[in-house]
C-alpha cells in the first residue's frame, strides 16, 4: 500500500516534469521560429567559422526539442553544401541520439513506466 503512495506521487511528477519539459519546448519552437527555415538560416548566420557549430548544437538539441530532422537536414544542404550537410547533420543526429539515450538510461527508474 505504502508503495502505491509513492507511485502515484511518482507518476504525477513525472507528468508534471513531461508537461513542463513540453511547454518549454512549444515556447522555444515559437518565439524563436525554429519551423522556419529562413529564421533558422538567419540564427546560424553565414559566418562560416561559427556556423557549423551553432548548427552541430542545434542539430544536437533538436530531438529533445521534438523538432523534425528534415528541417535541419535541408538546412546543412543548403548552407554547408551536400557533403558537409550531410556530415553536420549526422554528427548532430548521432550526437542528440547519444545524450536522448542516456538521458532515458539514466530516468529509467524514475518513469511510471518501471512501476
Not at 504525477?12 to 519551423?35: A, C, E, H, P
Not at 548544437?57 to 548552407?79: D, E, K
Not at 545524450?99 to 538510461?105: D, E, R, T
Request: charge should be positive; hydrophobic fraction near 55%; aromatic fraction near 14%.
Amino acid at each position: 500500500m505504502h508503495k502505491e503512495v509513492i507511485g502515484e506521487k511518482s507518476i504525477k511528477r513525472n507528468v508534471l516534469i513531461i508537461l513542463l519539459f513540453l511547454s518549454i519546448s512549444l515556447f522555444l519552437l515559437i518565439k524563436y521560429q525554429l519551423y522556419d527555415i529562413n529564421k533558422l538560416r538567419g540564427i546560424i548566420g553565414y559566418n562560416k567559422v561559427i556556423a557549423p557549430f551553432i548548427f552541430l548544437i542545434l542539430c544536437t538539441v533538436r530531438p529533445l526539442l521534438l523538432l523534425p530532422v528534415g528541417i535541419f537536414s535541408t538546412l546543412g544542404g543548403l548552407i554547408f553544401g551536400a557533403l558537409l550537410g550531410t556530415f553536420y547533420t549526422l554528427v548532430g543526429s548521432i550526437l542528440g541520439s547519444i545524450i536522448a539515450y542516456f538521458l532515458a538510461k539514466n530516468l529509467e527508474g524514475i518513469w511510471w513506466i518501471g512501476y
